[in-house]
Nanobody, 120 residues
Framework: QVQLVESGGGLVQPGGSLRLSCAAS????????MGWYRQAPGKQRELVAT???????NYADSLKGRFTISRDNAKNTAYLQMNSLKPEDTAVYSC??????????????WGRGTQVTVSS
């Protein structure tokens, strides 16, 4: 069994910062890409950022410059540093990882998400 657990969400004022963490645990052979997605009330889930096992990153165009994704492969953990937060960043942020659990077994896993609320 594999689990992804997000942490670090909360309430922050506009202009503030938060750092989210996503820790993978369980029967993990290796982790390929990891990513963050978000879903605001009444909207579809959207990509925030992804990072490969070798550190190549990809961001939603609208978030470049404010959000930074990183990972610690030794800890099976991905991070999302969010700066200059705006009310429109309010959403549930979820982690996704492409995880190999055996020689031929690989699939995407999702965490349950963490709420980020940007409000004064």
């Amino acid at each position: 069994q594999v689990q992804l657990v997000e942490s670090g969400g909360g309430l922050v004022q506009p202009g503030g910062s938060l750092r989210l963490s996503c820790a993978a645990s369980g029967s993990i052979f290796s982790i390929n890409a990891m990513g963050w997605y978000r879903q605001a009330p009444g909207k579809q889930r959207e990509l925030v950022a992804t990072i490969t096992s070798t550190g190549t990153t990809n961001y939603a165009d609208s978030l470049k410059g404010r959000f930074t994704i990183s990972r610690d492969n030794a800890k099976n953990t991905a991070y999302l540093q969010m700066n200059s937060l705006k009310p429109e960043d309010t959403a549930v942020y979820s982690c996704n990882a492409l995880i190999k659990t055996g020689m031929i077994s690989i699939q995407h896993y999702w965490g349950r998400g963490t709420q980020v609320t940007v409000s004064s």
